[in-house]
């Protein structure tokens, strides 16, 4: 458990630096250029999600300890694989990459008020799997300070940043395999019984949140390609940072369990969304796809 404590920020490190290789300070101002879908697609995953989320780890019963992991999953930001799925299936990455940045920022504040709340129902009042003061600050370091010095590398460094960005992304999804490995590893003489625990919720969770982040901007009238970023961003959560937080930090290798069930889970989830999504806008009436494309 020492060594997860220490290996699994450093592995969440790298993850986050990467991130931040791609954003500028400018993918923070878009928020104002574009503020009804950064606002519709955020409120869904910060709002919604975890009240949704709540209702199916009751629905289906899961013990507390793995109730607290799946909302742990859901309180964490999306993570980098939307931009890519977002990409091959037609969203507009440069919304991915700012609600990307701006979740991630937030959620230090949102994702540690959700696990204190999660813990203290499910497990009860003074239980101490809650994030305190101190490992609140672990999740700001984790967090926002690889970042920051990804977009500083950037900012000084624009040619070294480009021409790191894909190792670190192929790096990124390497490193949650083996996470997803190392926490299966760690309860391998119970992981059968946990995926039939978890993984119909995370199934669950994973179909309302890809519906969720596609149909609720829709209905708030965002251009299509805007919701297929919503859709892929509010689906495609970082279940490193949650694995990271479950092990390395509250030092509960149960906890991770959801975490690890929604990441190896979510990739095909999202790739099954997206040919629904792309065969949805090729049947589409040509006239509303043609007046949406005069509005990006």
Not at 21 to 38: I, N
Not at 136 to 151: D, E, K, R, S
Not at 175 to 196: F, H, K, P, S, T
Not at 276 to 290: D, Q
């Amino acid at each position: 458990m020492d060594l997860a404590a220490v290996t699994l920020p450093l592995a969440l490190a790298v993850i986050m630096f990467g991130l931040g290789l791609g954003l500028t300070p400018a993918d923070f101002r878009r928020v104002l250029a574009r503020p009804k879908a950064t606002v519709v697609a955020l409120c869904c995953q910060m709002l919604l999600l975890p009240a949704l989320c709540f209702g199916l780890v009751l629905a289906f019963g899961l013990t507390p300890v793995l109730a607290v992991g799946m909302m742990l999953v859901v309180a964490s930001p999306g993570g980098t694989a939307a931009n890519l799925f977002s990409h091959l299936y037609g969203g507009d990455v440069a919304l991915n990459v700012t609600l990307t940045a701006v979740n991630s920022v937030l959620s230090v504040v949102t994702l540690p008020i959700v696990l204190n709340l999660s813990a203290q129902y499910f497990l009860g009042e003074g239980t101490e799997l809650g994030l305190q003061f101190t490992k609140t600050l672990q999740v700001f370091a984790i967090v926002l300070i690889p970042v920051a010095v990804g977009m500083y590398v950037r900012a000084r460094a624009p040619h070294f940043a480009r021409r790191a960005d894909r190792p670190v992304k192929i790096a990124s999804v390497v490193i949650l395999v083996l996470i997803i490995a190392g926490a299966a590893l760690q309860e391998r003489g119970n992981m059968l019984d946990y995926l039939r625990s978890t993984g119909p919720v995370a199934l669950a969770l994973l179909v309302l949140s890809l519906s969720v982040g596609y149909w609720v901007p829709r209905l708030a009238k965002v251009e299509r390609g805007q919701a297929i970023a919503s859709c892929m961003e509010i689906g495609l959560h970082n279940t490193t940072l949650a694995i990271t937080i479950a092990m390395g930090i509250l030092h509960n290798t149960e906890m991770a369990v959801p975490g690890a069930t929604y990441g190896a889970l979510m990739f095909f989830a999202a790739a099954v969304a997206g040919l629904f999504l792309r065969r949805a806008t090729r049947t589409a009436p040509s006239a509303p796809a043609a007046s949406e494309s005069e509005h990006p």
